[in-house]
């Protein structure tokens, strides 16, 4: 059942809602790549590369920003969102065909 932190009282209840939350950020993480094959096909019909320095950027400080807005460690989630970052780029490079 789901709780907050707070009223759990037990290590199985914190385990619990911690795969509860784990799998809902995963369901999260499958809508999002929706959205990264989608960008994949747009790219190729208008000849935009895989791979958009300033909008990895931007990417990148907005995860730093949301962190930050949410009592999280910026620098950390934002290391988290760079990794995620270059697989949607080497996903869309191998989509387009790019070396």
Request: some cysteine; glycine content about 8%; proline content about 3%.
């Amino acid at each position: 059942m789901a709780k907050t932190a707070a009223d759990c009282t037990t290590m199985a209840e914190i385990r619990e809602n911690i795969d509860r939350v784990d799998n809902g950020l995963m369901a999260l993480f499958a809508e999002r790549w929706t959205f990264i094959r989608r960008a994949a096909e747009i790219k190729a019909g208008l000849g935009i590369p895989a791979d958009v320095p300033e909008r990895v950027r931007q990417v990148r400080d907005n995860a730093h920003r949301n962190a930050e807005a949410h009592g999280l460690e910026g620098g950390f989630y934002e290391e988290i969102w760079a990794q995620l970052i270059q697989h949607a780029i080497a996903y869309e490079k191998a989509e387009l065909g790019e070396p």
